[in-house]
């Protein structure tokens, strides 16, 4: 079974930039949507982006154009480019690779996925 592994967490400062990536071995080409999610301490775990094959991207509200979100079918990865990051984006971030090639709702619901073991990523003021 497919499992997307994580890097790139860590410290950042308020309006820095950080990068996270993602891989997922074990697929020859990954068609289906990709995309990443977050989840503080007594939060749920939310959507943040989301990518298609065609690289047609999807994004949370709360993100307000900061972070972008990129993949490479060939090599099963998908990156996320935060940009002027807040202390409120403190979380730990999860790949998530879904089971359809179509991203609609893809963020609205934590279900039906393969998920990654998460990097922190942690943002001060």
């Known amino acids: 079974r497919v499992r997307p592994v994580e890097s790139g967490g860590g410290l950042a400062q308020a309006g820095g930039s950080l990068r996270l990536s993602c891989v997922a071995s074990?697929?020859?080409?990954?068609?289906?949507?990709m995309g990443w999610f977050r989840q503080a301490p007594g939060k749920e775990r939310g959507g943040v982006a989301a990518i298609d094959s065609a690289r047609l991207t999807w994004y949370a509200d709360s993100i307000g154009g900061r972070f972008t979100i990129s993949r490479e079918n060939a090599e099963n990865m998908v990156d996320l480019q935060m940009n002027g990051p807040k202390p409120d984006d403190t979380a730990m971030y999860y790949c998530?690779?879904?089971?359809?090639?179509?991203?609609?709702?893809?963020?609205?619901?934590?279900?039906?996925?393969?998920w990654g073991q998460g990097t922190q990523v942690t943002v001060s003021s």
């Open positions: 074990g697929y020859a080409v990954n068609r289906n949507c």
């Open positions: 998530a690779m879904g089971t359809s090639t179509h991203c609609g709702g893809f963020l609205l619901s934590p279900r039906d996925k393969d």
